[in-house]
């Protein structure tokens, strides 16, 4: 029962959250780290009172972005008035600053209605994954290497791996079943919980089913092979160490 409340207190989310529960079991409330109930009316309490403040700092935030935007605006109406009102009659033929033809400003300042070059796609990160083609620091679509036909088969085969492990999928959001552990947010694994283990330890084929469905997992590889023991005397031949964020399914929650 003391595992179940740390492993609940150590995937808390968000960290604030998290460290607050923590200096509460610790410096108030020491039944809570064997307790579930206890810690579960503790979470709901302090996610309660944080959620609280956070509406109270939106709203406070909304009101003085509203005030500058105002002091602003004010500001260049009064200058726009002034200048209007030292500015004589127009002669016959004369065009407005930054009215050129195609809409461009001209060079001494003024507002064109001219097109913008577009930087969201440059200034876009790749993906983590990387390309779908030659696995570089790129999107499929700038991936040099790659033709038409390359980056059409790329496609396709994406959409083939995610088809063939939509069965083993889970939803955002939708919780695990009982002997279950949801991996990541996106693959569910059979999970036998208090057994007295100080280690976990994950099929091979789970992790390459995690990778082949997109999910960036960090492999290590340890610097001797380790045997270990595992429920019912079964022998389990380490070499890798992996990672992962685990959600859990227990009495207090999730």
């Known amino acids: 029962m003391k595992l179940r409340c740390t492993v609940l207190i150590d995937n808390l989310e968000p960290k604030m959250l998290r460290d607050d529960v923590r200096r ?22 302090k996610a309660r009172s944080q959620h609280k403040y956070h509406v109270l700092a939106q709203e406070q935030k909304v009101k003085s972005n509203y005030s500058k935007k105002e002091k ?85 085969k994406m959409k083939e791996i995610r088809e063939a492990a939509r069965g083993r999928v889970k939803r955002i959001g939708e919780a695990p079943a009982p002997g279950e552990v949801l991996a990541n947010n996106l693959l569910t694994i059979p999970y036998l919980a208090d057994t007295g283990s100080d280690d976990t330890y994950i099929p091979r084929q789970y992790l390459d089913e995690l990778e082949g469905i997109g999910a960036t997992v960090k492999v290590l590889t340890l610097p001797s092979v380790e045997v270990k023991n595992a429920a019912g005397g079964n022998k389990v031949v380490c070499r890798e160490a992996v990672t992962l964020d685990l959600l859990l399914q227990t009495a207090a929650g999730q």
Request: one cysteine or more.
């Open 24 to 45: 509460h079991v610790k410096y108030e409330c020491r039944e809570a780290k064997r307790n579930d109930f206890t810690l579960f009316g503790i979470i709901k309490e």
């Open 72 to 156: 602003p605006t004010d500001r260049s109406n009064s200058n726009l008035g002034s200048s209007k009102g030292k500015s004589g009659p127009k002669t016959a033929g004369t065009k407005p600053v930054g009215a050129h033809n195609g809409g461009a400003s001209s060079s001494s300042g003024g507002f064109g209605s001219g097109p913008r070059p577009n930087k969201a796609r440059q200034d876009a990160s790749p993906p983590k994954t990387g390309c779908w083609h030659c696995q570089g620091p790129h999107w499929l679509r700038d991936c040099p290497a790659a033709t038409n036909e390359d980056k059409t088969r790329a496609v396709e």
